[in-house]
């Protein structure tokens, strides 16, 4: 017992996070359709649940701050907050710091993975991106 305790607290520290970032263009390429990207963004958040149901830890999704990256360590223990809805969030934040709410090419895909610990802690995450486009 004391070595899966162990265990839990070593994937809290080391791999459960959340990662956002705006990447601003200095020379914008037109989209086909001749809209201008300013910047891309993608945000990226892992879960982990042992057994695939019971909730480790979580990052937790990127609210607040005034820089374009998202680097501070906010974990949540005991609860799931990998969702859609939470980079959603997070993309809203991002379109507020950079003045546009404008996206083309979003992209959201969710993975789960449980076979590196032999299928009992699954790490489910889920990766938003998408160009942010200059306001009309």
């Not at 892992?46 to 360590?73: K, R, V």
């Not at 949540?76 to 809203?92: G, H, I, P, Q």
Request: glycine share 6%; with cysteine; net charge neutral.
């Amino acid at each position: 017992m004391k070595k899966l305790m162990y265990g839990i607290a070593l994937l809290a520290i080391a791999g459960c996070s959340s990662y956002s970032e705006i990447a601003r263009w200095d020379k914008p390429v037109p989209t086909n359709d001749g809209d201008v990207p300013v910047a891309s963004f993608v945000t990226q958040n892992f879960s982990y649940q042992l057994l695939g149901f019971i909730p480790l830890c979580t990052g937790l999704p990127w609210t607040s701050g005034n820089g374009d990256i998202c680097d501070e360590f906010n974990v949540e223990m005991f609860a799931d907050r990998a969702t859609v809805n939470n980079n959603m969030v997070s993309l809203k934040h991002a379109l507020n710091r950079v003045g546009s709410h404008r996206v083309t090419q979003l992209r959201t895909c969710e993975k789960d993975d449980s076979d590196w610990s032999l299928f009992i802690v699954n790490r489910h995450e889920v990766r938003t991106s998408c160009l942010i486009l200059k306001d009309k």
